[in-house]
């Protein structure tokens, strides 16, 4: 988890990984990797989070959501 | 960059543009030379005739002991390591030339004056008529026919005018393929004999367009190139690799002073600024920098870190001029993360935060949660810093 921002992914929403790699590539500040044929968070990047929400629109429905830690609120 | 004008003259020729026939040299062991000769010391610095870098010598052992002594003086905070002999010409006139970016046109500028060895800028509020200035396209360059309009303006026709035009056209094409900030020629000289001979010449190469330049690249990892009093202070090292980080933004173009307020400065030129209200108000800046360009927060965390790594600095100032393309929110993140991973209290380390424009709502939240005042685009940059300077007393 970062200091301002947590970026989560709910993988029982992933039930196909065949497009994991396109999944993770979206984000321009590098927060996912992929780990296991999974895709996962790299932690020390979170902070980078431009709130671009790309990896939102990119990932299947509900599996990332992003935390504003600062404001206790989810986008 | 700046280059020394004997490798400036390199390239010149390399366009076949004439300078005056010489060579660089180190040492006068062994060394022919035919006076009467010019001695220039190769320093990255303008006005070295009025402060003693160049000389004429009018026979060989003199020339030799002025080489020694330029090899041995500091001009201006630079000792050269390389002198250029060149020949003395004979000059029945004298020109200026240059190509520059003209930074509100967004595109290349041509100068022609004809009148050289002078300050432009003092010439054209003197004798405008003899200064002519004229944009032109990157992708269509700066054609002869182009040139010679603009030289002709200044009345000069026939042959010179054709011999002008095709140097001007030509360093218009320098310009250009060295990605250069500034190519001049002044003085371009008329020989009594008919020539046009490039005489001295400056040229500036756009440091993010050096990776295009691997020949430059070298040149400029040459330790040897000149001395200068000055080198890089630790300090000063560190926050350079820090802005290596990454490519994004600009986050380490660093200065150390000895004073006892970090600042974290930048925008548009606002850097300068805000380092010189600090001062006038009478606060003692330990650094001077620059960010801009949207840093990443990464680069930003660990220059807040450097800054606050000197032992005498316990407060930090943050001032931006309004940004559009830096966002205040991860610039924020960087500042807090910064000082939390030194070990302090944000709200006691700020003495202000001043950066209004993009994403302003997003980061005035982030400051809000540690306790950070922000003052917002209704107080000047002038007052931000007087309001630092007050609080770094504490």
Same mark, same amino acid.
């Given at each position: 988890?970062?200091?301002? !921002?947590?970026?989560k !992914?709910?993988?029982?929403e992933?039930?196909?990984?065949?497009?994991?790699?396109?999944?993770?590539?979206?984000?321009?500040?590098?927060?996912f990797?992929?780990?296991?044929?999974?895709?996962?968070? !790299?932690?020390?990047?979170?902070?980078?989070?431009?709130?671009?929400?790309?990896?939102v629109?990119?990932?299947?429905?509900?599996?990332?959501? !992003?935390?504003?830690?600062?404001?206790?609120?989810?986008? | 960059?700046?280059?020394?004008?004997?490798?400036?003259?390199?390239? #010149?020729?390399?366009?076949?543009? +004439?300078?005056?026939?010489? &060579? +660089?040299?180190?040492?006068?062991?062994?060394?022919?030379?035919?006076?009467?000769?010019?001695?220039?010391?190769?320093?990255?610095?303008g006005?070295?005739?009025?402060?003693?870098?160049?000389?004429?010598?009018?026979?060989?052992?003199?020339?030799k002991?002025?080489?020694?002594? #330029?090899?041995?003086?500091?001009v &201006?905070?630079?000792?050269?390591?390389?002198?250029?002999?060149?020949?003395?010409?004979?000059?029945?006139?004298?020109?200026?030339?240059?190509?520059?970016?003209?930074?509100?046109?967004?595109?290349?500028?041509?100068?022609?004056?004809?009148?050289?060895?002078?300050?432009?800028?003092?010439?054209a509020? &003197?004798?405008?008529?003899?200064?002519?200035?004229?944009?032109?396209?990157?992708?269509?360059?700066?054609?002869?026919?182009?040139?010679?309009?603009?030289?002709?303006?200044?009345?000069?026709?026939?042959?010179?005018?054709l011999?002008?035009?095709?140097?001007?056209?030509?360093?218009?094409?320098?310009? #250009?393929?060295?990605?250069?900030?500034?190519?001049?020629?002044?003085?371009?000289?008329?020989?009594?004999?008919?020539?046009?001979?490039?005489?001295?010449? @400056?040229?500036?190469?756009?440091?993010?367009?050096?990776?295009? @330049?691997?020949?430059?690249?070298?040149?400029?990892?040459?330790?040897?190139?000149?001395?200068?009093?000055?080198?890089?202070?630790?300090?000063?090292?560190?926050?350079?690799?820090?802005?290596?980080?990454? @490519?994004?933004?600009?986050?380490? %173009?660093?200065?150390?002073?000895?004073?006892?307020?970090?600042?974290?400065?930048?925008?548009?030129?606002?850097?300068?600024?805000?380092?010189?209200?600090?001062?006038s108000?009478?606060?003692?800046?330990?650094?001077?920098?620059?960010?801009?360009g949207?840093?990443s927060?990464?680069?930003?965390?660990?220059?807040?870190?450097?800054?606050?790594?000197?032992?005498?600095?316990?407060?930090?100032?943050?001032?931006?001029?309004?940004?559009?393309?830096?966002?205040?929110?991860?610039? +924020?993140?960087?500042?807090?993360?910064g000082?939390?991973?030194?070990?302090?209290?944000? +709200?006691?380390?700020?003495?202000?935060? %001043?950066?209004?424009?993009?994403?302003?709502?997003?980061?005035?939240?982030?400051?809000?949660?540690?306790?950070?005042?922000?003052?917002?685009?209704?107080?000047?940059? $002038?007052?931000?810093?007087?309001?630092?300077? $007050?609080?770094?007393g504490?």
């Open positions: 988890m970062g200091e301002f !921002i947590e970026v !992914i709910d993988l029982s992933c039930t196909d990984m065949s497009d994991v790699d396109k999944w993770v590539q979206v984000c321009p500040v590098n927060i990797k992929v780990e296991d044929n999974q895709p996962a968070v !790299i932690e020390e990047n979170e902070d980078e989070c431009t709130l671009c929400m790309l990896c629109e990119a990932f299947p429905h509900d599996a990332v959501t !992003i935390h504003k830690l600062y404001e206790n609120g989810m986008i | 960059m700046r280059l020394l004008e004997c490798e400036s003259k390199e390239i #010149l020729s390399k366009y076949q543009i +004439a300078t005056p026939s010489g &060579r +660089a040299v180190s040492f006068i062991n062994n060394l022919d030379i035919k006076p009467p000769v010019m001695l220039k010391a190769q320093i990255p610095i006005g070295r005739g009025k402060s003693g870098g160049i000389f004429e010598a009018s026979t060989s052992d003199g020339a002991a002025k080489i020694e002594q #330029l090899l041995a003086t500091w &201006r905070g630079y000792k050269a390591t390389k002198i250029l002999v060149e020949e003395k010409l004979d000059i029945d006139q004298e020109f200026f030339m240059a190509i520059t970016d003209d930074t509100v046109a967004k595109s290349p500028l041509a100068i022609f004056s004809s009148e050289g060895g002078v300050d432009i800028e003092a010439l509020e &003197r004798q405008p008529q003899k200064v002519r200035k004229e944009l032109f396209s990157m992708r269509s360059k700066l054609p002869q026919y182009r040139a010679r309009e603009i030289i002709s303006e200044t009345g000069i026709s026939g042959r010179l005018l011999g002008l035009g095709n140097i001007l056209s030509r360093l218009a094409d320098v310009f #250009l393929d060295y990605d250069a900030t500034l190519a001049e020629i002044n003085p371009l000289a008329l020989t009594r004999d008919g020539r046009l001979i490039a005489l001295d010449c @400056h040229m500036e190469i756009d440091d993010d367009a050096l990776f295009r @330049h691997k020949e430059l690249i070298e040149l400029a990892k040459e330790g040897n190139r000149f001395e200068s009093e000055r080198s890089l202070t630790e300090f000063e090292r560190k926050a350079a690799e820090i802005d290596q980080i990454d @490519h994004r933004g600009v986050a380490g %173009r660093v200065i150390e002073f000895d004073g006892n307020l970090g600042l974290i400065i930048g925008g548009g030129g606002a850097s300068l600024t805000a380092f010189d209200a600090v001062q108000h009478g606060g003692k800046p330990a650094n001077y920098c620059e960010i801009g949207n840093p927060v990464l680069k930003v965390k660990e220059l807040t870190r450097l800054i606050l790594s000197k032992p005498n600095v316990q407060k930090i100032a943050v001032i931006m001029n309004v940004v559009s393309n830096t966002r205040v929110d991860l610039v +924020a993140r960087g500042i807090v993360k000082i939390l991973e030194a070990g302090k209290d944000p +709200a006691k380390t700020v003495a202000a935060f %001043r950066i209004p424009g993009a994403w302003e709502e997003e980061g005035f939240k982030i400051l809000s949660k540690y306790g950070v005042q922000y003052l917002d685009r209704t107080v000047s940059i $002038d007052d931000t810093a007087r309001i630092a300077v $007050d609080n770094s504490d």
